[in-house]
């Protein structure tokens, strides 16, 4: 298995986390069709290097995974990632963060079923809490950085999702 990065910011950062196993049964994309679609409510604890402190991220990713291919000739999964309301904490400093953005990534399996475990390094914007963007300088002004929300994705042999997981396992 090979994962190509598509559009998205390609920093990385230092990650550990919560995260929320989502059961799909029932639920399932087939291979070549209709993207599967799901929102995902998340919690991870990310650390912020432009402020230097771990932040605990909650909010929602939404995912499309788009699955092509076959057990003969290889499978080609394309996982588009966004995240929507999430919001954190800083766990120093108790300063309000926001992470945005979409990360497209994709996956090539060999031919087979495609049910081993693919995690797909998803890379958001975090926006740090900052006097210049409340505007009340001076202080200090951080830029943004990128910090990962990785998703861990389960096919079932025909190709179609059968679980889903948001953040760092404990």
Known sequence: ???????GVGATALISGVALVFPLAG??????????KSSVPFTETVFDSGTSESVTLSGT?????????DVITGWTAS??????????????SGGS????GTDTLTASFHPGPPTSPTTY????VLHPPS???TNHPPGPCFNPSSVQVPVTIILNADGS????????SN
């Open 27 to 36: 639920i399932s994309g087939a291979p070549g069709g209709i993207p599967w």
């Open 121 to 124: 390094p998803a890379t958001f």
């Open 97 to 100: 963060y926001k992470a945005k």
């Open 61 to 69: 990713e939404a995912l499309s995974l788009h699955v092509t291919g």
């Open 1 to 7: 298995m090979r994962i190509r990065r598509g559009l």
């Open 131 to 133: 006097p210049c963007r």
């Open 161 to 168: 999702v059968g679980s889903v997981q948001v953040g760092h």
């Open 79 to 92: 996982l588009k990632a966004t995240v929507h309301h999430t919001v954190g904490v800083g766990g120093t």
